[in-house]
């Protein structure tokens, strides 16, 4: 298995190439980067090509070009990557922060996605610029605007992970990644976060939906991913509750994780590991 780390139409991601056409894409969270996603990459099957992005503002992708950008803007950089790629159809997997862009990307380009996994969503708070932000999108501000980044990182990821006691490894992930945020990228995908409203997106999505949680995350807790499937018009289906994994779930649990991703995927592959 061979992974590239990349950069195309001002994105840097990740890539590990399948022996297929079938693509799955990775949508990380907002302390987060593609990075994270590495820890799953040979737990799934080759068939599928995998491309993690660096969202706009992560790494060294470019940021979007307006200071309080919504999913909008974000779901249009994500088209101009995938489009750069030759990737005319993919399956859209979205984490957290990461639900908010692949709900837009999916309602506004509903031919360019095959299926939509929505994991661990972050409905929003339907923030408009010029009212006071939501008092926990200023504290994420404030602080990753007056901490050193090892400083900020150690604040928050131990929330993403479950039972921080016995999971130092996991914590030592989140942590390192979270460290690596650039604070400019951070403020623009925080306003992002406000101004989202997953639950009306979800009213207009008519693409194949499946949702992940896991039952010991407390950021976004699974009533949010309930009031994302209430939203979809069609296409209900149950939640897939991954036990004993906190909101940084595919690092906490990544077998359960790919499991569950393989279980619902609707494009099946023989022979594929």
Known sequence: MRILFEQHSRIQ??????????????LHGIGSNAVSFECILPLLPNAYNVVAWNAPGYGDSAPVDTLCPTAKDYAERLRAFLTALHIDQAVILGHSLGTLIGAKFTQMYPRMVQQLFLVACACGYQWHKGMPLPASVQSRIDDVQSMPPEKFAKLRARNLVWDTTHNPDVIHSVETQMAKINPDGYVQ???????????????????????????????????????????????????????????AIYQQQPQPFVNAVLQKILIKQENTI
């Open 189 to 247: 995908a925080s306003k992002m976060l406000a101004s989202g409203d997953l639950v009306t997106t979800m009213g207009s999505i008519r693409v194949p939906t499946q949702f992940i949680i896991g039952d010991k995350d407390t950021v976004t807790p699974i009533t949010q991913t309930q009031q994302a499937l209430q939203a979809l018009p069609e296409y209900k289906d149950t939640i897939t509750v991954i036990k004993d994994a906190g909101h």
């Open 13 to 26: 991601y990740l890539y590990r190439a399948g022996n297929t056409d079938h693509t799955l894409v990775f």
